[in-house]
């Protein structure tokens, strides 16, 4: 295994992680092995990723010392958090620290931090445009993210950015799909009007992540991937056509969205905000031809919905 490079992947149990090893583990140059953190190695997802070939390994982000275990050894490490699992963009930041210290001190050749953009350098905490939340946030799952690039660049490891995209599987996993109104209709609310929501499908974000790591002259940069970029209208037009059923699109005002009460509504009005008002950039930093060298077999929205329309609840 010595002339293989061993690329470390925290999360390897989640939409991320598990789709960059299972890209690894099927990659026929034999150049990369695939170590698979995860805080509970007997997981069913853990023993899956191991029966592909991956060597599973237990570490928590939460401990500083067992990361650095987890990296020893390694050429590359994708670094990742779970912001819905605490709602603490703070914690999310510590994280961070912990993974980037502890990705230096292994003296890893290449990490990729998944990351996005700190809106607060578009919208400032004196910008009343959108409430700010938690004290010191516009948008905390991504602020969060955004701030702790800096860290990465602190500890001194060889880092890629790497700006993601709203998850298409947010509408399984997330609530995020249609909804039947009071007429027995189905309603895709986002409150995007009729701009353009950059997506991908989350297991193509792991097949990025092994593109940027065959790629060392990405690291120092910051990069973007998106696999399409759709309204609204055309996210319903197009789920309704391959339910063949009628599925409206709804954009609320951004203060309604705020305020519907479920976990987090604040912080994802405030995001999708965040990516109506600043469309041009928001869309622009997401060149769809980048992200396709990086993973040819990326998916638009239309192959996406093809393959997973009756994994939506439609309520």
């Known amino acids: 295994m010595s002339d293989k490079q061993v690329i470390a992947v925290v999360g390897a149990t989640g939409a991320q992680g598990g789709g960059l ?19 509970d190695k007997n997981s069913d997802k853990a023993k899956a990723l191991a029966a592909l070939g991956a060597e599973v390994v237990v570490a928590d982000v939460d401990d500083e010392a067992s990361l650095r275990r987890a990296f020893e050894g390694c050429y590359g490490a994708f670094c990742v ?10 914690k999310e930041i510590a994280e961070a620290g912990a993974m980037a210290r502890a990705a230096k001190d292994a003296g890893v050749k290449h990490v990729i931090w998944s990351t996005l953009e700190d809106t607060r350098r578009f919208v400032p ?50 609530g995020v799909g249609p909804k039947k109104g009071p007429d ?15 997506g991908v499908a989350s297991e193509d974000i792991g097949k990025c992540a092994f593109g ?28 309704g056509t391959a339910l063949g059923k009628e599925i409206r699109y709804f954009s609320p005002p951004f203060e309604v969205y705020r ?10 009005g405030n ?25 040819p077999e990326l998916q638009d929205y239309k192959t996406w919905v093809a393959a997973n329309k009756h994994r939506i609840p439609l309520e």
Do not use: C
Request: no cysteine.
């Open 21 to 39: 090893v299972r890209a690894i583990t099927a990659d026929k140059s034999g150049r990369y092995v695939a170590r698979a953190i995860t805080r």
């Open 81 to 90: 958090t779970f912001f819905w699992a605490h709602f603490s963009a703070d």
């Open 125 to 174: 905490l004196s910008d009343n445009r959108m409430p700010t939340l938690h004290g010191k946030y516009k948008v905390p799952h991504y602020d969060g993210k955004g701030e702790a690039n800096q860290l990465f660049v602190d500890a001194g490891v060889p880092t890629t950015m790497l700006n993601t995209s709203f998850y298409w599987e947010n509408m399984i996993y997330f």
């Open 184 to 198: 027995g209709v189905l309603t895709l609310t986002l409150p995007m009007g009729d701009k353009k929501l950059p």
């Open 212 to 239: 940027v790591f065959k790629r060392p002259e990405l690291i120092g940069k910051s990069v973007w991937i998106a696999g399409d970029h759709v309204t609204g209208a055309d996210m319903a037009k197009e789920l």
């Open 259 to 268: 305020g519907y009460g479920f976990p987090g509504a604040d912080d994802l």
């Open 271 to 295: 995001m999708f905000q965040f990516k109506h008002d600043f469309n041009d950039y928001y869309v622009g930093a997401r060149d769809l031809s980048f992200a396709r060298a990086l993973n």
